[in-house]
Structures are given as structure tokens and as C-alpha cells.
Nanobody, 123 residues
Framework: QVQLVNSGGGLVQAGGSLRLSCAAS????????IGWFRQAPGKEREFVAT????????DYADSVKGRFTISRDNAKSTVFLQMNSLKPEDTAVYYC????????????????WGQGTQVTVSS
């Protein structure tokens, strides 16, 4: 069982930056891949980024590639999503999720979810 707590959201102007955190508690965090997803009003929850259990492998949605960076500190059981050059279309609730095994790109592949944190980017 893994419990996840999201934090770091807020209101930022276009072009600005935010860093989201996903703090985990429970067993064997370092054996879980982590994904970040986001959901804008009236839209489906979509994949943003993922990182392997060791941190050696990362991947991103095309819409955020080059602007967002996912990283993790297994000693602190925390995963980060650094978001730069933010755009109004990045406005959404952001969720982290965990799964045992390899990275994954769909919601159904994850077993544990954080509560979400709101990111609002003004134009």
C-alpha cells in the first residue's frame, strides 16, 4: 500500500514556473514507477509524465516535452514535477500516481493516486 500527497500547485502567469511534489508513505516506494496526470474542466484525465522506480527512465507527453521535468528522490520518498514556460492550456488539477513495475502511460495502469493539486496559468 502506498499513500500519495500532492502539493505545490498555485496561480502563475504564463511563462512562469511551478514545482509540484508528490510525497509518498507506505512500503517500498522505491519499487514503484510514478506518473503525473492532469485533468482540465470538462476534459479527460491525461498523461503528463512518468518516471521509473530507479529514476533512470523518464518520458513525457508531447505537449509538455522540453518544458516539464520529472525527477525523484527515493531517500525522501518524493517525486517532483518541475514545470517551466507554463501556458494557459496547462491549467488543470495535477495528480501523481504509483504502480509497481515499469513506467506506464494510461490511468488504468496505476494503483495508487494522490488527491490532486490545482495549477492555474493566467494569460
Amino acid at each position: 500500500q502506498v499513500q500519495l500527497v500532492n502539493s505545490g500547485g498555485g496561480l502563475v502567469q504564463a511563462g512562469g514556473s511551478l514545482r509540484l511534489s508528490c510525497a509518498a508513505s507506505g512500503r517500498a516506494f522505491s519499487s514503484h514507477a510514478i506518473g503525473w496526470f492532469r485533468q482540465a474542466p470538462g476534459k479527460e484525465r491525461e498523461f503528463v509524465a512518468t518516471i521509473s522506480a530507479s529514476g533512470a527512465i523518464t518520458d513525457y507527453a508531447d505537449s509538455v516535452k522540453g518544458r516539464f521535468t520529472i525527477s525523484r528522490d527515493n531517500a525522501k520518498s518524493t517525486v517532483f514535477l518541475q514545470m517551466n514556460s507554463l501556458k494557459p492550456e496547462d491549467t488543470a488539477v495535477y495528480y501523481c500516481a504509483a504502480r509497481r513495475g515499469t513506467i506506464h502511460y494510461t490511468r488504468a495502469g496505476y494503483d495508487y493516486w494522490g488527491q490532486g493539486t490545482q495549477v492555474t496559468v493566467s494569460s
